[in-house]
């Protein structure tokens, strides 16, 4: 008997085996009546913890860490679908898991090795994680993380396994926030690792290490432009290796050395301020705190709640002011003297990020102080306006109309001329997706003739009281000199008024010819725009080659065709 069971199973295992004790053990001829009873509810207990594939049903605490049944959160269960895998709270039994597993661990989940998607859930059947991953088990594409409620919590993109440092996480009440998250496993993000004879920066053991051997300090920062007005900046700063009296923590809204923002600590005091314009404005200057760790690891924050920028220590409130500036867009850390400090974390937390596409005019709208017009040039989203539109700009929101759908994106200043009062922008916004080809071209040579017919599209007045629909206006060239003969502009009878800088200037081809930026008051009909060849002039300087649009299809189309569609690529410019 025992020889033919085992003839029968395939492939002998501890169950196997235990099977066929189990049947010899309960024949008559091998035991008696008693025995035979107890070994029948040793079995029933012990193979209640099989399940029906043959797979013995695992334990676990809420941290995923072996446990036995009675202090259990949930236990993890073999199906017949190959690698598949689920799991189940112990307490009424509600779904924990579902999907693939090509390695399982018996002592902690966190060794788990999973393959596909799979699916977490909270005990009221809501999905709590979906995550997806390849076939040698690395986290692939975009995992989502959800509320109890059912809501969308975070989104974070990984490719071969790793994580972006940037994802999205949203409140329950649908605010979005981006955060940026610097870990210094590897040098994703482009730290300037270098080592000189003054001084030396390095990642090790996920910490940036950075030194100064000179009085004159150091300093290492990454481009990470801050677009909201309320936000959080977090590091975690070891000063194992600072010297008593000398200085290290963040610098932000870092442009150059001559305009940036500073939060510094010592071994038991503080220093905040900003230079701008050279001028050094400190509000903290060596103040005494109690709550920094000498020679440990310290918690620094600094939060903007819009109004207010807070600065704390551990957790403790150390010095509040008014909002100020950020004058550049570069972010990282310092350290004064012959010192060294290790930076263990950066966060970077953009609180109610508009970097969504967002079609809330009411919202989009908020603490705009000027506006102007602006052409897009490139299908990756470069914009062309004038200097003068965007000089007193601490934030730039362009307004599209795409396909009928009003969207507004986030944009910065790439490239400017003051002289030629022109300026390039970009969209940097993680909503906004690359455009079709343009359908308008530059104009071959760039030159017009005088009483050559020529028209704009633009947002005069757009928040005050003339709505925020492009507008067309026409006329001609009446001179090849602008304004006390200045030869850079073009003189026309296209009636412009505040509102129209920034906006293109095409022939009645659909050839872009320049930009329009002024007019003169008491004077009907007279405004002037820059002519091509300075445009021209100003993309070549640009930090990247970009595709200038070259598409003549509008040239034959009626003049209502050619307004329709240029007017999808004329942006209004609302700046804060």
């Given at each position: 008997?025992?020889?033919?069971?085992?003839?029968?199973?395939?492939?002998?295992?501890?169950?196997?085996?235990?099977?066929?004790?189990?049947?010899?053990?309960?024949?008559?001829?091998?035991?008696?009546?008693?025995?035979?009873?107890?070994?029948?509810?040793?079995?029933?207990?012990?193979?209640?913890?099989?399940?029906?594939?043959?797979?013995?049903?695992?334990?676990f605490d809420k941290t995923g860490k072996s446990i036995?049944?009675?202090?259990?959160?949930?236990?993890?269960?073999?199906?017949?679908?190959?690698?598949?895998?689920?799991?189940?709270?112990?307490?009424?039994?509600?779904?924990?898991?579902?999907?693939?597993?090509?390695?399982?661990?018996?002592?902690?989940?966190?060794?788990?090795?999973?393959?596909?998607?799979?699916?977490?859930?909270?005990?009221?059947?809501?999905?709590?994680?979906?995550?997806?991953?390849?076939?040698?088990?690395?986290?692939?594409?975009?995992?989502?993380?959800?509320?109890?409620?059912?809501?969308?919590?975070?989104?974070?993109?990984?490719?071969?396994?790793?994580?972006?440092?940037?994802?999205?996480?949203?409140?329950?009440?649908?605010?979005?926030?981006?955060?940026?998250?610097?870990?210094?496993?590897?040098?994703?993000?482009?730290?300037?690792?270098?080592?000189?004879?003054?001084?030396?920066?390095?990642?090790?053991?996920?910490?940036?290490?950075?030194?100064?051997?000179?009085?004159?300090?150091?300093?290492?920062?990454?481009?990470?432009?801050?677009?909201?007005?309320?936000?959080?900046?977090?590091?975690?700063?070891?000063?194992?290796?600072?010297?008593?009296?000398?200085?290290?923590?963040?610098?932000?809204?870092?442009?150059?050395?001559?305009?940036?923002?500073?939060?510094?600590?010592?071994?038991?005091?503080?220093?905040?301020?900003?230079?701008?314009?050279?001028?050094?404005?400190?509000?903290?200057?060596?103040?005494?705190?109690?709550?920094?760790?000498?020679?440990?690891?310290?918690?620094?924050?600094?939060?903007?709640?819009?109004?207010?920028?807070?600065?704390?220590?551990?957790?403790?409130?150390?010095?509040?002011?008014?909002?100020?500036?950020?004058?550049?867009?570069?972010?990282?850390?310092?350290?004064?003297?012959?010192?060294?400090?290790?930076?263990?974390?950066?966060?970077?937390?953009?609180?109610?990020?508009?970097?969504?596409?967002?079609?809330?005019?009411?919202?989009?709208?908020?603490?705009?102080?000027?506006?102007?017009?602006?052409?897009?040039?490139?299908?990756?989203?470069?914009?062309l306006t004038n200097f003068h539109v965007i000089k007193?700009?601490?934030?730039?929101?362009?307004?599209?109309?795409?396909?009928?759908?009003?969207?507004?994106?986030?944009?910065?200043?790439?490239?400017?001329?003051?002289?030629?009062?022109?300026?390039?922008?970009?969209?940097?916004?993680?909503?906004?997706?690359?455009?079709?080809?343009?359908?308008?071209?530059?104009?071959?040579?760039?030159?017009?003739?005088?009483?050559?017919?020529?028209?704009?599209?633009?947002?005069?007045?757009?928040?005050?009281?003339?709505?925020?629909?492009?507008?067309?206006?026409?006329?001609?060239?009446?001179?090849?000199?602008?304004?006390?003969?200045?030869?850079?502009?073009?003189?026309?009878?296209?009636?412009?008024?505040?509102?129209?800088?920034?906006?293109?200037?095409?022939?009645?081809?659909?050839?872009?010819?320049?930009?329009?930026?002024?007019?003169?008051?008491?004077?009907?009909?007279?405004?002037?725009?820059?002519?091509?060849?300075?445009?021209?002039?100003?993309?070549?300087?640009?930090?990247?080659?970009?595709?200038?649009?070259?598409?003549?299809?509008?040239?034959?189309?009626?003049?209502?065709?050619?307004?329709?569609?240029?007017?999808?690529?004329?942006?209004?410019?609302?700046?804060?």
């Amino acid at each position: 008997m025992v020889r033919n069971i085992y003839h029968n199973i395939a492939s002998p295992s501890p169950l196997n085996n235990f099977l066929i004790l189990i049947s010899l053990v309960m024949t008559k001829k091998c035991v008696n009546k008693p025995l035979r009873y107890f070994i029948s509810l040793f079995a029933f207990f012990f193979l209640g913890s099989w399940n029906v594939s043959g797979q013995q049903k695992v334990f676990f605490d809420k941290t995923g860490k072996s446990i036995d049944e009675s202090n259990s959160y949930y236990c993890r269960t073999k199906i017949s679908d190959p690698n598949g895998y689920k799991s189940f709270y112990t307490n009424g039994g509600a779904i924990y898991f579902d999907g693939h597993i090509l390695t399982t661990s018996d002592a902690d989940e966190s060794l788990n090795i999973y393959s596909e998607t799979c699916t977490w859930y909270y005990k009221n059947g809501n999905k709590k994680t979906i995550r997806t991953f390849d076939k040698s088990g690395s986290e692939i594409g975009t995992s989502y993380y959800y509320y109890e409620s059912g809501k969308i919590w975070k989104e974070i993109d990984f490719v071969n396994g790793k994580a972006k440092p940037t994802y999205k996480e949203y409140d329950e009440d649908g605010r979005t926030s981006r955060i940026f998250e610097e870990s210094f496993n590897d040098n994703t993000n482009d730290w300037d690792l270098y080592n000189s004879d003054k001084t030396s920066a390095e990642l090790r053991f996920g910490n940036l290490q950075l030194t100064s051997y000179t009085s004159s300090g150091a300093s290492r920062y990454i481009s990470h432009p801050i677009d909201a007005s309320e936000f959080v900046i977090q590091a975690v700063v070891n000063m194992a290796k600072m010297k008593d009296g000398e200085k290290g923590g963040l610098i932000f809204g870092f442009k150059d050395w001559q305009n940036y923002n500073f939060f510094l600590i010592t071994n038991g005091s503080f220093y905040i301020g900003s230079v701008y314009e050279g001028i050094s404005a400190t509000r903290a200057d060596g103040m005494f705190s109690g709550d920094i760790v000498k020679n440990g690891q310290n918690d620094i924050k600094v939060i903007s709640n819009g109004e207010k920028t807070i600065y704390s220590i551990n957790g403790s409130i150390q010095y509040s002011m008014d909002r100020g500036r950020n004058p550049g867009t570069n972010i990282g850390f310092a350290v004064s003297g012959k010192s060294t400090i290790s930076v263990e974390k950066l966060i970077v937390k953009e609180i109610d990020f508009k970097g969504t596409g967002y079609t809330s005019r009411s919202e989009a709208d908020m603490d705009v102080k000027a506006t102007g017009s602006g052409l897009i040039i490139s299908s990756s989203g470069f914009v062309l306006t004038n200097f003068h539109v965007i000089k007193n700009a601490n934030k730039i929101v362009l307004q599209m109309n795409q396909g009928g759908e009003i969207k507004n994106y986030n944009a910065v200043v790439i490239q400017k001329d003051i002289d030629n009062d022109l300026a390039i922008l970009q969209i940097k916004d993680d909503a906004f997706k690359p455009l079709d080809p343009l359908k308008y071209s530059f104009k071959d040579g760039g030159g017009v003739e005088v009483g050559s017919t020529v028209f704009t599209i633009g947002y005069p007045h757009a928040l005050t009281g003339m709505g925020m629909e492009a507008k067309f206006t026409d006329g001609k060239i009446s001179s090849k000199t602008g304004y006390n003969n200045a030869i850079n502009t073009y003189q026309t009878s296209v009636p412009v008024q505040p509102g129209n800088s920034g906006g293109p200037l095409f022939t009645d081809k659909a050839e872009l010819i320049g930009v329009v930026n002024s007019s003169i008051r008491n004077a009907d009909n007279v405004s002037y725009a820059i002519k091509l060849n300075y445009v021209k002039n100003l993309v070549d300087l640009l930090p990247e080659a970009i595709q200038l649009p070259n598409d003549h299809s509008l040239s034959g189309s009626s003049l209502e065709d050619k307004v329709k569609t240029l007017s999808f690529y004329v942006t209004l410019i609302k700046i804060k």
